[in-house]
C-alpha cells in the first residue's frame, strides 16, 4: 500500500496575513519535507479566481516542487481538463516531467463551477466530450511520431508532433464519483481516484465495478486506485483534530461555494459532524488502524493520498504531520 499527501492549494485565510507568496514557500517546504520523509506522492489542486487565492497553475506549482524533491511522485488532484488547450497541456506535462526524471502523474476531471467555464469560455454541458477529447489527445501527443487523433475542438492538432516527449509514460488518472465517471477511467485512464466525499463502502463498490469492467474488456494492464481521505498525525485524537479543524472546515466551506456557485458563510452542526466522522485523524496507531480497513477492503494495491495540507493551520504543524506519517505510519503499511 502507497501513502501520499497533499493537496496544495496555497489558500490564503482571512485571518493569515502572510504575502502570497509565502504561501508558496510553504509548499515547497512541506514537498521537501514528503521527499525526505519516504512518502510515495505530493499532490496540487487546481480551482480559479477564488478570492483566497486558490492555486491556479499546477504545471508551474509541479515543475517548482519537481526541482526542489528527488524522488516523490507528483501528481495533480485534479486538473480542470476541459479548461485547457490540451496539446499545451501536453507540452507542459512533459516538461514538467523531464524535469522531475519521470515522476509525474496527470490526475484530470470534467470540472464543475459555472464562472471558471465562462471566464475560459467554455460551454459546461461540452466538459465530458473535452475531457474524453483531451485523454486522447495527450496519448497520442505523448507517442512516437505526430498525432493522429481528429479532436472535434481542437482541429489544428492533427499531424502536430509534439516535442519533446516526456521521461516516461505519464500515467492519466481520472477522477469522479457517478458511475459514467468511474468507468470511463476504467476503460481509458491509468488509474482512478476516489474523491474524499465517499465512504469506505462507496470506495468499495466502484473499485468492484472497475475490476468487473476491465476484466470483461480484456483491459489487462496497470491500474491504480488512489484513494483521498482528509486527515492528520498527532498526540491523540483530540490534539489533531484540533490542529486540523480551522483549515479542514475552511477548506470545505470553499468547495461548497465551489461545487454550487453559491456563497457559504457556515456549515451547519451537522455538516460539520459528518466532516469530522469522515477525516482520519489521532494518534499513528489511529490512523494505521483506519488505513488498514481500506486495506482490507480494497487490497494491498491501492495509493492512499492522506490529504494533510490544510489552509492556515501553520507550516511547522503540517510538517510534523508529514515526518510522522512518514516515519510512524508508513512503515507499518508496507
Not at 502570497?20 to 487546481?46: N, Q
Not at 464519483?177 to 462507496?202: M, Q, Y
Request: net charge negative; aromatic share 8%; glycine share 10%.
Amino acid at each position: 500500500m502507497k501513502l501520499g499527501t497533499g493537496l496544495f492549494t496555497c489558500q490564503r485565510r482571512p485571518d493569515d496575513d502572510r504575502p502570497m507568496a509565502d504561501l508558496y514557500d510553504e509548499m515547497l517546504t512541506l514537498g521537501r519535507e514528503i521527499d525526505d520523509a519516504g512518502l510515495d506522492s505530493a499532490w496540487v489542486s487546481e480551482h480559479h479566481f477564488m478570492p483566497d487565492g486558490y492555486l491556479s497553475g499546477t504545471m508551474p506549482a509541479l515543475g517548482a516542487l519537481a526541482a526542489a524533491t528527488e524522488s516523490v511522485e507528483l501528481g495533480t488532484c485534479i486538473a480542470l481538463a476541459p479548461l485547457y488547450d490540451p496539446i499545451r497541456l501536453a507540452e507542459d506535462a512533459a516538461t514538467v516531467d523531464l524535469i522531475s526524471g519521470g515522476r509525474t502523474t496527470l490526475g484530470l476531471a470534467i470540472g464543475s463551477n459555472p464562472r471558471e467555464f465562462d471566464a475560459f469560455g467554455v460551454p459546461r454541458d461540452e466538459r465530458v466530450d473535452r475531457l474524453a477529447d483531451a485523454v486522447s489527445l495527450l496519448r497520442d501527443a505523448w507517442s512516437d511520431g505526430p498525432i493522429a487523433h481528429e479532436s472535434p475542438f481542437h482541429e489544428g492538432a492533427t499531424g502536430v508532433d509534439v516535442t519533446p516527449k516526456p521521461a516516461h509514460d505519464v500515467p492519466l488518472m481520472l477522477g469522479g464519483a457517478a458511475k459514467p465517471a468511474v468507468r470511463r477511467a476504467a476503460r481509458t485512464a491509468d488509474a482512478w481516484c476516489a474523491p474524499s466525499s465517499l465512504s469506505l463502502d462507496g470506495v468499495r463498490k466502484r473499485v468492484e465495478d472497475i475490476r468487473s469492467v476491465r476484466e470483461a474488456e480484456g483491459l489487462d494492464g496497470e491500474f491504480t486506485i488512489y484513494v483521498l481521505q482528509h486527515g492528520f498525525v498527532g498526540d491523540s485524537k483530540a490534539e489533531a483534530w484540533d490542529a486540523m479543524r480551522d483549515g479542514y472546515l475552511y477548506l470545505q466551506r470553499r468547495y461548497a461555494e465551489i461545487f454550487s456557485g453559491d456563497e457559504v458563510s457556515e456549515l451547519s452542526d451537522e455538516r460539520r459532524a459528518e466532516l469530522k466522522a469522515q477525516a482520519i485523524f489521532g494518534t499513528p496507531d489511529d490512523v494505521v488502524a483506519e488505513l488498514d480497513r481500506y486495506r482490507g477492503a480494497l487490497g494491498d494495491d491501492i495509493h492512499f493520498i492522506f490529504r494533510t495540507y490544510h489552509p492556515g493551520i501553520g507550516t511547522d504543524r503540517m510538517v510534523e504531520s508529514v515526518r510522522r506519517l512518514g516515519d510512524e505510519v508508513r512503515p507499518r503499511l508496507a
